[in-house]
Protein backbone atom coordinates (compact mmCIF):
# COMPACT_ATOMS: atom_id res chain seq x y z
CA UNK A 1 0.00 0.00 0.00
CA UNK A 2 1.37 3.94 -1.21
CA UNK A 3 1.70 5.60 1.71
CA UNK A 4 -1.22 8.35 0.92
CA UNK A 5 -3.40 5.31 0.10
CA UNK A 6 -2.90 4.25 3.80
CA UNK A 7 -3.15 7.96 5.38
CA UNK A 8 -6.63 8.10 3.00
CA UNK A 9 -8.05 4.49 5.00
CA UNK A 10 -7.08 6.01 8.23
CA UNK A 11 -8.67 9.58 8.45
CA UNK A 12 -11.67 7.99 6.32
CA UNK A 13 -11.97 5.10 9.30
CA UNK A 14 -11.79 8.21 11.99
CA UNK A 15 -14.11 10.08 9.66
CA UNK A 16 -16.82 7.04 9.69
CA UNK A 17 -16.10 6.19 13.31
CA UNK A 18 -16.07 9.45 15.33
CA UNK A 19 -16.99 12.04 12.74
CA UNK A 20 -13.82 13.93 12.79
CA UNK A 21 -11.98 15.15 9.74
CA UNK A 22 -8.52 14.98 11.19
CA UNK A 23 -6.58 12.87 13.74
CA UNK A 24 -3.60 13.72 16.26
CA UNK A 25 0.16 13.01 15.40
CA UNK A 26 -0.32 11.07 18.49
CA UNK A 27 -2.94 8.64 17.60
CA UNK A 28 -1.93 8.57 13.81
CA UNK A 29 1.28 6.84 15.09
CA UNK A 30 -0.51 4.19 17.16
CA UNK A 31 -2.41 3.73 14.14
CA UNK A 32 0.34 3.54 11.56
CA UNK A 33 2.20 0.49 13.82
CA UNK A 34 5.37 -0.53 12.73
CA UNK A 35 4.71 -1.14 8.76
CA UNK A 36 3.07 2.53 8.48
CA UNK A 37 6.13 3.86 10.13
CA UNK A 38 8.17 2.14 7.91
CA UNK A 39 6.31 3.56 4.63
CA UNK A 40 6.66 7.05 5.96
CA UNK A 41 10.32 6.72 7.18
CA UNK A 42 9.68 7.17 10.54
CA UNK A 43 12.05 4.70 12.21
CA UNK A 44 12.63 6.36 15.60
CA UNK A 45 10.91 5.03 18.81
CA UNK A 46 9.34 8.42 19.60
CA UNK A 47 9.65 10.75 17.14
CA UNK A 48 9.07 14.07 17.67
CA UNK A 49 6.35 16.36 16.04
CA UNK A 50 8.71 18.14 14.09
CA UNK A 51 10.11 14.73 12.31
CA UNK A 52 6.73 13.42 12.40
CA UNK A 53 5.53 16.88 9.97
CA UNK A 54 8.78 16.34 7.97
CA UNK A 55 7.64 12.76 6.93
CA UNK A 56 4.16 13.83 6.45
CA UNK A 57 5.01 16.78 4.25
CA UNK A 58 6.00 14.94 0.90
CA UNK A 59 1.88 13.56 1.10
CA UNK A 60 -0.26 16.39 1.97
CA UNK A 61 -0.74 17.51 -1.67
CA UNK A 62 -4.41 18.38 -2.14
CA UNK A 63 -6.19 15.70 0.15
CA UNK A 64 -4.50 16.23 3.61
CA UNK A 65 -3.37 19.32 5.47
CA UNK A 66 -1.75 19.78 9.03
CA UNK A 67 -3.30 21.69 11.50
CA UNK A 68 -1.15 22.88 14.55
CA UNK A 69 -2.57 22.64 18.03
CA UNK A 70 -1.58 24.72 21.72
CA UNK A 71 -0.12 21.30 22.29
CA UNK A 72 0.08 19.29 19.28
CA UNK A 73 -0.33 18.60 15.75
CA UNK A 74 -2.76 16.92 13.36
CA UNK A 75 -3.39 15.56 9.92
CA UNK A 76 -6.55 16.41 8.62
CA UNK A 77 -8.41 16.10 5.26
CA UNK A 78 -7.47 19.33 3.25
CA UNK A 79 -10.91 21.16 4.07
CA UNK A 80 -12.05 25.01 4.96
CA UNK A 81 -11.20 25.77 8.62
CA UNK A 82 -14.93 26.77 9.09
CA UNK A 83 -16.04 23.25 8.05
CA UNK A 84 -14.20 21.28 9.95
CA UNK A 85 -15.27 23.75 13.22
CA UNK A 86 -18.42 22.84 12.08
CA UNK A 87 -18.32 19.16 12.02
CA UNK A 88 -16.70 19.26 15.33
CA UNK A 89 -19.78 21.51 16.77
CA UNK A 90 -22.64 19.23 14.81
CA UNK A 91 -21.16 16.50 16.48
CA UNK A 92 -20.58 17.61 19.84
CA UNK A 93 -24.05 19.13 20.14
CA UNK A 94 -25.55 16.18 19.59
CA UNK A 95 -24.65 15.39 23.10
CA UNK A 96 -25.93 18.69 24.63
CA UNK A 97 -24.47 22.15 24.95
CA UNK A 98 -21.51 23.35 25.41
CA UNK A 99 -19.73 26.70 26.46
CA UNK A 100 -16.81 28.57 23.90
CA UNK A 101 -14.30 27.60 26.82
CA UNK A 102 -15.41 23.91 26.69
CA UNK A 103 -15.23 23.74 22.98
CA UNK A 104 -12.09 25.41 22.66
CA UNK A 105 -10.32 22.42 24.21
CA UNK A 106 -11.59 20.28 21.27
CA UNK A 107 -10.41 22.11 18.59
CA UNK A 108 -7.80 20.95 16.35
CA UNK A 109 -6.04 24.53 16.45
CA UNK A 110 -4.89 27.58 18.19
CA UNK A 111 -7.40 29.47 20.69
CA UNK A 112 -7.17 32.53 18.18
CA UNK A 113 -7.57 30.42 15.30
CA UNK A 114 -10.72 28.77 16.75
CA UNK A 115 -12.50 32.30 17.67
CA UNK A 116 -12.14 33.64 14.53
CA UNK A 117 -13.83 30.26 12.73
CA UNK A 118 -16.75 30.92 15.93
CA UNK A 119 -17.10 34.51 15.11
CA UNK A 120 -17.32 33.33 11.26
CA UNK A 121 -19.85 30.91 12.51
CA UNK A 122 -22.01 33.18 14.32
CA UNK A 123 -22.04 35.99 11.78
CA UNK A 124 -23.20 33.30 9.36
CA UNK A 125 -26.06 32.10 11.79
CA UNK A 126 -25.24 28.78 11.58
CA UNK A 127 -24.77 28.30 15.30
CA UNK A 128 -26.44 30.52 17.73
CA UNK A 129 -25.59 31.10 21.94
CA UNK A 130 -27.88 32.37 24.65
CA UNK A 131 -26.69 34.33 28.08
CA UNK A 132 -27.74 33.19 31.39
CA UNK A 133 -28.39 35.42 34.48
CA UNK A 134 -25.06 35.36 35.21
CA UNK A 135 -23.92 36.38 32.14
CA UNK A 136 -22.22 33.17 31.00
CA UNK A 137 -22.24 32.39 27.08
CA UNK A 138 -23.80 28.82 26.21
CA UNK A 139 -23.87 27.95 22.62
CA UNK A 140 -27.24 26.17 22.25
CA UNK A 141 -27.51 25.42 18.57
CA UNK A 142 -25.96 24.65 15.04
CA UNK A 143 -27.89 24.84 12.38
CA UNK A 144 -27.86 22.21 10.38
CA UNK A 145 -30.21 23.55 7.76
CA UNK A 146 -27.92 25.71 6.09
CA UNK A 147 -27.55 22.72 3.73
CA UNK A 148 -30.65 22.65 2.15
CA UNK A 149 -33.02 25.84 3.26
CA UNK A 150 -31.11 28.04 5.43
CA UNK A 151 -32.74 29.35 8.50
CA UNK A 152 -35.29 32.20 9.43
CA UNK A 153 -34.75 34.68 12.06
CA UNK A 154 -36.35 37.53 13.75
CA UNK A 155 -34.85 39.86 16.59
CA UNK A 156 -34.40 37.56 19.34
CA UNK A 157 -34.13 33.89 18.50
CA UNK A 158 -32.64 31.83 15.33
CA UNK A 159 -35.04 28.55 14.41
CA UNK A 160 -33.70 25.78 12.05
CA UNK A 161 -35.46 24.96 9.18
CA UNK A 162 -35.37 21.57 8.32
CA UNK A 163 -36.98 20.17 5.21
CA UNK A 164 -37.24 16.73 3.92
CA UNK A 165 -35.92 15.90 -0.24
CA UNK A 166 -38.37 16.18 -2.24
CA UNK A 167 -37.76 14.67 -5.99
CA UNK A 168 -37.97 17.11 -8.81
CA UNK A 169 -41.49 17.64 -10.63
CA UNK A 170 -40.92 16.20 -14.23
CA UNK A 171 -41.77 18.13 -17.24
CA UNK A 172 -43.88 16.61 -20.12
CA UNK A 173 -41.07 15.61 -22.29
CA UNK A 174 -39.26 13.84 -18.99
CA UNK A 175 -42.27 12.15 -18.22
CA UNK A 176 -41.97 10.25 -21.39
CA UNK A 177 -39.29 7.97 -20.45
CA UNK A 178 -40.20 7.81 -16.73
CA UNK A 179 -43.27 6.30 -15.91
CA UNK A 180 -43.01 7.83 -12.32
CA UNK A 181 -41.55 10.10 -9.85
CA UNK A 182 -39.49 8.04 -7.30
CA UNK A 183 -40.05 8.27 -3.99
CA UNK A 184 -37.05 9.68 -1.98
CA UNK A 185 -35.97 6.25 -0.42
CA UNK A 186 -35.58 4.88 -4.15
CA UNK A 187 -33.38 8.02 -4.87
CA UNK A 188 -31.03 7.34 -1.61
CA UNK A 189 -31.01 3.52 -2.47
CA UNK A 190 -29.80 4.73 -6.45
CA UNK A 191 -27.42 6.87 -4.83
CA UNK A 192 -26.20 4.21 -2.21
CA UNK A 193 -25.24 1.88 -4.97
CA UNK A 194 -24.01 4.07 -8.13
CA UNK A 195 -21.59 4.88 -5.22
CA UNK A 196 -20.27 1.54 -4.70
CA UNK A 197 -20.00 0.71 -7.97
CA UNK A 198 -17.53 3.55 -8.32
CA UNK A 199 -16.00 3.35 -5.16
CA UNK A 200 -14.27 -0.43 -5.32
CA UNK A 201 -12.04 -0.02 -2.91
CA UNK A 202 -10.74 3.46 -3.68
CA UNK A 203 -12.00 5.82 -0.70
CA UNK A 204 -12.72 8.73 -2.40
CA UNK A 205 -15.15 8.95 -5.63
CA UNK A 206 -14.73 11.92 -7.91
CA UNK A 207 -18.37 14.00 -7.92
CA UNK A 208 -18.69 14.58 -11.45
CA UNK A 209 -18.16 10.59 -12.06
CA UNK A 210 -21.48 9.82 -9.57
CA UNK A 211 -23.29 12.50 -11.80
CA UNK A 212 -22.08 10.66 -14.77
CA UNK A 213 -23.18 7.41 -13.26
CA UNK A 214 -26.83 8.59 -11.80
CA UNK A 215 -27.84 10.45 -15.32
CA UNK A 216 -29.72 12.95 -12.74
CA UNK A 217 -30.52 16.53 -13.69
CA UNK A 218 -28.26 18.93 -11.25
CA UNK A 219 -30.98 19.68 -8.99
CA UNK A 220 -31.83 16.36 -7.98
CA UNK A 221 -28.41 15.64 -7.06
CA UNK A 222 -27.42 19.02 -5.58
CA UNK A 223 -30.67 17.80 -3.31
CA UNK A 224 -29.82 14.42 -2.49
CA UNK A 225 -25.86 15.06 -2.08
CA UNK A 226 -27.19 18.34 0.39
CA UNK A 227 -29.70 15.79 2.37
CA UNK A 228 -26.76 13.34 3.26
CA UNK A 229 -24.17 15.73 3.95
CA UNK A 230 -26.69 17.04 6.68
CA UNK A 231 -27.26 13.78 8.04
CA UNK A 232 -23.52 13.19 8.12
CA UNK A 233 -23.34 10.55 5.70
CA UNK A 234 -21.74 11.89 3.48
CA UNK A 235 -18.16 14.09 3.85
CA UNK A 236 -17.36 16.24 1.01
CA UNK A 237 -13.69 16.82 0.37
CA UNK A 238 -11.33 19.15 -2.08
CA UNK A 239 -9.11 17.36 -4.33
CA UNK A 240 -6.43 17.85 -7.38
CA UNK A 241 -8.21 19.21 -10.11
CA UNK A 242 -5.24 19.25 -12.56
CA UNK A 243 -5.79 16.59 -14.18
CA UNK A 244 -9.61 17.29 -14.87
CA UNK A 245 -11.38 18.76 -18.15
CA UNK A 246 -13.59 21.95 -17.57
CA UNK A 247 -16.37 19.72 -17.79
CA UNK A 248 -15.69 16.57 -15.00
CA UNK A 249 -14.72 20.42 -12.97
CA UNK A 250 -17.99 21.80 -13.85
CA UNK A 251 -20.03 18.95 -12.49
CA UNK A 252 -18.16 18.93 -9.14
CA UNK A 253 -20.08 20.59 -6.66
CA UNK A 254 -20.23 23.91 -4.79
CA UNK A 255 -22.04 24.21 -1.88
CA UNK A 256 -23.86 27.40 -0.15
CA UNK A 257 -20.63 29.09 1.19
CA UNK A 258 -19.07 28.99 -2.36
CA UNK A 259 -16.65 26.31 -1.03
CA UNK A 260 -15.91 23.60 -3.90
CA UNK A 261 -15.50 20.10 -3.66
CA UNK A 262 -14.50 17.45 -5.56
CA UNK A 263 -14.54 14.02 -4.26
CA UNK A 264 -16.91 12.69 -1.38
CA UNK A 265 -16.60 9.64 0.71
CA UNK A 266 -19.92 8.01 2.31
CA UNK A 267 -20.87 5.99 5.32
CA UNK A 268 -21.00 2.38 5.49
CA UNK A 269 -24.24 0.60 3.90
CA UNK A 270 -25.59 0.12 7.38
CA UNK A 271 -25.92 3.94 7.73
CA UNK A 272 -27.85 4.11 4.71
CA UNK A 273 -32.24 4.31 5.98
Not at 14 to 31: C, D, R, T, V
Not at 122 to 133: D, G, H, M, P, Q
Amino acid sequence: MEPIDLLDKILTQIKQKEGKNYISFAALLSKLGKTGRKLLDLTETKPTVSMTEKSLRPYLGSAFMILKGSRTSFLAFKLPIDEIVFEVLRIKFQKGSFSPAQLTQHMPMKKDEFIACFNRLLEAKRITVSVNAEFKVTVRNVDMSRSTTGSTTDSTTTTAVTTTYQPPILTTRSQTFVSSVLSPQDDRRQFREAFDELDKGRIFVRICNLRRQLGWDEERFNSLLRQFRTEGIVQLHTGDISSMSEEEIAQSFTDENNFFYVTLTMKPQTDIR
